[in-house]
């Protein structure tokens, strides 16, 4: 097996690589089931990289239903060590509004009734891992340097709030986010964070903000629409494939 330089998992709005070449379709079935897609494996930048879309390349599976375990587990046995979250969230925080990229470096989980360990099934090892950075410091200053060389703003840092959804938050929920410390609030963040580090990969996520949480931005009562988050996504796109490119130049 070759190995993986970057695998890279796509958000709500991201569901190919476009510069992925010369690529070949994986569908490994896993000891936790079967990923949300094929694993496409190709050349990006000169290196060999994985990209899976999370929700599915049709967008059919909501947040609370993604099998994070066998995504991630998937990815690993392709021969994949580093993973690149791509996560569309809402911005609380004035430093994160619409458009804006980020590399967050700290999360709350706020979601339920998600199967968040590897050490779900009767006689699996318990394990607790480590997890007060949750995201990899290595592989983060990688991407932020990146970021730097390829002429990317991108705000490095912030707390990122995993919410069960699928629907949206309220005012009041997104207030006692931003209360607690939450700049970012998503819904697929985690298990996968948690999943990562107990597979022992490095895991960074790149943030793209999509829209002003709840009652976060200038026009309180402004309704949040599908329309909107996939537009915004659109627009960051490109700047998300400079970076990349950087990134896999290293
Ligand atoms: N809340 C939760 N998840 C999201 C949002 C949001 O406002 N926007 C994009 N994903």
Redesign the pocket.
């Known amino acids: 097996m070759t190995d993986i330089a970057l695998a890279v998992i796509g958000g709500?709005g991201v569901y190919a690589l476009g510069e992925l070449t010369g690529v070949e379709s994986h569908q490994p079935v896993t000891p936790y089931g079967v990923p949300s897609g094929p694993v496409r494996v190709g050349t990006y930048a000169g290196k060999r990289v994985a990209f899976l879309a999370r929700h599915g390349e049709g967008h059919a599976l909501p947040p609370h239903r993604i099998n994070y375990r066998a995504n991630l587990a998937a990815l690993k046995a392709l021969g994949a060590s580093r993973v690149l979250a791509l996560n569309?969230?809402?911005g609380i925080t004035e430093r994160f509004g619409p458009r804006v990229l980020a590399c967050p470096d700290q999360l709350i989980d706020y979601t339920w009734g998600r199967i968040s360990t590897l050490c779900e099934e009767p006689g699996s090892d318990v394990v607790h891992v480590d997890f007060g950075e949750p995201y990899a410091p290595g592989l983060r200053q990688r991407i932020i340097k990146a970021a730097q060389r390829a002429g990317v703003a991108l705000e490095a840092g912030g707390c990122y709030g995993a919410?069960q959804?699928p629907r949206?938050?309220t005012r009041a929920e997104i207030a006692r986010m931003r209360r607690d410390g939450c700049d970012l609030?998503?819904?697929t963040g985690m298990p996968e964070a948690g999943l990562a580090r107990e597979l022992g990969l490095d895991y960074a996520c790149l943030a793209i903000v999509?829209?002003w949480?709840?009652g976060a931005g200038p026009a309180v009562d402004d309704v949040?629409t599908l329309d909107e988050?996939l537009a915004n996504v659109a627009t960051a796109t490109c700047d998300v494939a400079r970076l990349l490119q950087a990134l896999l130049a290293d």
């Open positions: 709500t569309t969230v809402g919410t959804g949206l938050e609030v998503g819904m999509a829209n949480a709840a949040i988050v």
